[in-house]
């Protein structure tokens, strides 16, 4: 496969490193125009994803089967692609109560890039395969690759890596074309323009690749049974607030009243998922917990086949 030339004329073509004539004059506007003008930039974000659609929900399909026969989903990334990562990984068990092995995230210069810049990191192909073999992916995995230019080479080696050795593998980039695009099997591309400052893909860039990533775990766990409607129902209430946050899922989703939700809640050993099938099919809290696990996890199609079996 080809490598991306590391000329200036490469990097000057990108679409997100062309001068936006809309912010030309960003320094000499008054404060309420300058905000005015990214806010109008901004604006043009959530429809340069509609664009990838198509890619984004063939990603989730994949992500759910691969994790479903206990795969891991493995973000990579560099700079605020590799910040971004992070944050959605990092989201995923306390949202969704997943084991924090089943979402990922790979940053080049590790951890310390989460809160101190070391960009040079994201040059090197050697560091973007050796961290990637550490995570040994395989078959059962999806590795994600995030870089608004789609040519950052720690990224693109990490991707390589993984699907030479079997990890389906999705790229986020917001060029089109792109090395990293033509590397991994699914190419994810969000068209969001020059930004407001000039390269600064912080900005429109990174709030496209944090909808995409917000999509594509959302969706995942939504195809596994951890959202019940529109609900968390897998949500770890381990504080006051999710504890809160729990009872008013309970009473919304088994349509009852606060004290049967908090007693559900209780006798389940605060696991919503417990709690909520207790409720709407009458189970007790071993019958709840041994039907989920057989349904592994996934709270609607508990519900649905119990009640299938024995109608209230």
């Known amino acids: 496969m080809k490598r991306a030339s590391k000329t200036p004329e490469a ?7 062309q001068r936006n004539r809309a912010s030309a ?10 905000v005015r ?4 930039e901004d604006a043009k974000v959530a429809a340069a994803v509609s664009k990838a659609l198509p890619q984004i929900a063939q990603a989730v399909d994949i992500i759910a089967e691969r994790l479903r026969s206990g795969g891991r989903l493995i973000y990579v990334g560099a700079g605020t692609s590799g910040r971004i990562a992070a944050l959605d990984a990092s989201e995923c068990p306390p949202t969704f109560s997943t084991d924090p092995r089943m979402v990922q995230f790979i940053i080049a210069g590790g951890p310390k890039a989460l809160g101190a810049a070391v960009e040079a990191n994201e040059d090197s192909r050697e560091l973007g395969a050796s961290d990637m073999a550490k995570r040994e992916p395989g078959k059962k995995d999806v590795v994600v690759g995030i870089a608004a230019s789609g040519r950052t080479p720690f990224t693109v080696a990490a991707v390589e890596y993984a699907r030479k050795r079997g990890a389906a593998t999705v790229a986020v980039t917001c060029n089109a074309n792109s090395l990293l695009g033509q590397t991994a099997e699914i190419a994810i591309v969000t068209p ?15 709030t496209a690749q944090k909808m995409v990533l917000n999509m594509l775990t959302t969706g995942a766990m939504t195809r ?3 959202v019940y409607g529109n609900l968390m129902v897998n949500v770890n209430p381990n504080n006051e607030k999710l504890v809160e946050r729990a009872i008013r899922i309970l009473q919304d989703a088994a349509e009852v009243d606060r004290s049967a939700a908090d007693l559900a809640l209780k006798n389940s050993g605060t696991s919503v998922p417990t709690a909520l ?3 709407k099919t009458g ?22 086949e119990t009640l299938k079996r024995n109608p209230r």
């Open 277 to 279: 099938v207790m409720l």
């Open 192 to 206: 969001v323009g020059p930004e407001v400052l000039s390269g600064s893909s912080r900005m429109k860039a990174g």
């Open 25 to 34: 004059n960003l320094d000499r506007e008054s404060t309420l125009d300058l």
């Open 224 to 226: 596994l049974g951890y």
């Open 11 to 17: 990097i000057s073509d990108l679409s997100t490193e």
């Open 37 to 40: 003008i990214i806010n109008r």
């Open 283 to 304: 189970l007790t809290a071993t019958q709840a917990k041994q039907r989920l696990k057989k349904h592994k996890g996934n709270v609607r199609q508990t519900i649905d």
